[in-house]
């Protein structure tokens, strides 16, 4: 054996060694966890609920009692002058002064304060809510991305099948020109298909870019390979199969409508804290101060020590109208969120019917389109073999060829759409989650 056949084949095996497995293909329960993880969307949602749920301990602090310490020491030079009578006389003295003081005020009654920590819980549950809705948002988004890839990439497998398709009718048809057996018309409508097909490919090929970076803009890196659905996917239709059943958990359990119920709960006791300004408050305070310096003319020393326990209370007599000025703007704001309530159970009852005839339509579509998927198959091979005994034309062909891809692209479309309605039913009442993501995964394979 030679030196460079030695050398070639130590190379292969050095190179099967290094050389990195290919990754995995990412399937859509992953490709949800790594948004979970990094989708920015998602992120600020959470900030904004955790900011959210410090209105509850805010609220508390209304009710406890509040404790301050005060001091001071200060330098002092202080210059006496007397004249009394035939008496002139001055002096100056100097000396430090100290004090200090601690203060301590127990709310007995203000009814404001009581209210606004009821209010604080609703604003708390409207938060929560609010991160549940954004949570089942992301989980649309994800599956929306992913399945717009997977359709970009049936899309450009089409186009570059039709592309071949048409390439190989273009050569025949070139040839039966050269023997003579067809007309140039044949050549042309074929060339021009082919060009066409040419430009479909570029389009789907930069569809397919732009789709694959909107995922990992949900996920903050290249998923790669993606699952598939398999080509034998059956759907469940909803359950229950009654409409109006969903329509009824839309407008009481969807996340839309808890969130603004609860915000118009919070009104409610927004005009309850702003009549409140009305009444009196009731306090118990304690203070104790010790205060030191100087005895008079700088004589000794005199330290003072005072403590106080007692009840204070302020009745509000008249404050130029502001209270009931915020107590008209809190019923106003009151009736705009219960009209805000009206109009979120109504979107939600349109949401769950359009997902809902969403998936019903969607999987009778798709039973349409596979139907049609076959019947187009039958049609293309009877008019390939009418062509080659010279019943069909080339057009003809190339016509029941283009039907059979666009049939195929639209019945991964209609079966992406439906599969997103039934994402979108649960979110519409309030339902959806990792569990779901799971059961549409398991449609998926590995390419």
């Not at 410090?54 to 200060?74: C, F, I, M, R």
């Not at 006496?80 to 003295?93: A, E, I, M, P």
């Not at 604080?120 to 409207?126: A, D």
């Amino acid at each position: 054996m030679s030196v460079k056949a030695t050398t070639g084949k130590i190379a292969l095996v050095l190179a099967a060694l290094f050389v990195a497995p290919a990754a995995p293909a990412a399937d859509l329960l992953q490709v949800y966890r790594d948004a979970l993880a990094y989708d920015a969307q998602y992120a600020a949602a959470r900030a904004t609920a955790a900011a959210g749920r410090e209105k509850q301990p805010q609220a508390l602090a209304g009710l406890l009692p509040t404790v301050g310490v005060t001091g001071n020491s200060y330098w002092n030079d202080t210059r006496y002058k007397v004249n009394v009578g035939t008496v002139n006389d001055s002096y100056n003295n100097k000396y430090n002064s100290n004090a200090y003081g601690v203060n301590l005020t127990q709310p007995l009654f203000r009814w404001q304060n009581f209210v606004q920590y009821d209010q604080s819980k609703l604003l708390v549950m409207q938060t929560e809510a609010n991160l549940a809705q954004a949570g089942q948002d992301l989980i649309v988004r994800v599956a929306q991305a992913y399945f717009d890839v997977l359709f970009a990439i049936e899309n450009l497998r089409a186009v570059q099948a039709n592309k071949t398709a048409i390439g190989q009718q273009l050569a025949q048809a070139k040839k039966n020109f050269e023997v003579g057996i067809s007309t140039i018309t044949d050549t042309y409508e074929s060339q021009s298909r082919f060009d066409l097909a040419a430009a479909q490919e570029i389009a789907a090929e930069n569809e397919l870019e732009v789709k694959r970076y909107a995922l990992r803009v949900l996920v903050g890196k290249d998923p790669g390979e993606l699952h598939r659905l398999k080509p034998k996917t059956v759907m469940e239709p909803p359950q229950p199969a009654n409409m109006e059943q969903w329509v009824d958990a839309g407008e009481r359990d969807s996340f839309l409508v808890q969130a603004q119920q609860a915000a118009t709960e919070a009104a409610e006791k927004a005009i309850e804290i702003n009549k409140a300004g009305h009444y009196p408050t009731v306090d118990l305070v304690a203070n104790y101060s010790q205060n030191n310096g100087p005895g008079q003319f700088g004589i000794g020393s005199i330290d003072n020590n005072t403590g106080q326990v007692g009840v204070q209370v302020n009745i509000p007599i008249f404050q130029g109208g502001s209270v009931n000025s915020r107590t008209r703007e809190a019923v106003a704001r009151r009736d705009a969120e219960a009209a805000s309530l009206d109009n979120a159970k109504r979107s939600a009852a349109l949401n769950v019917r359009q997902a809902y005839l969403g998936v019903v339509n969607g999987l009778a579509a798709v039973r349409a389109l596979e139907a049609a998927l076959v019947s187009g198959l039958s049609s293309l091979e009877s008019n390939r073999l009418g062509y080659e005994v010279g019943v069909r034309i080339n057009i003809d062909v190339l016509n029941a060829e283009n039907q059979v891809y666009v049939t195929r692209r639209d019945l991964a479309r209609t079966r992406f759409d439906t599969l997103l309605s039934q994402l979108r039913l649960k979110a519409a009442v309030g339902s959806l989650g990792e569990p779901d993501i799971e059961r549409i995964n398991t449609l998926f394979e590995a390419p």
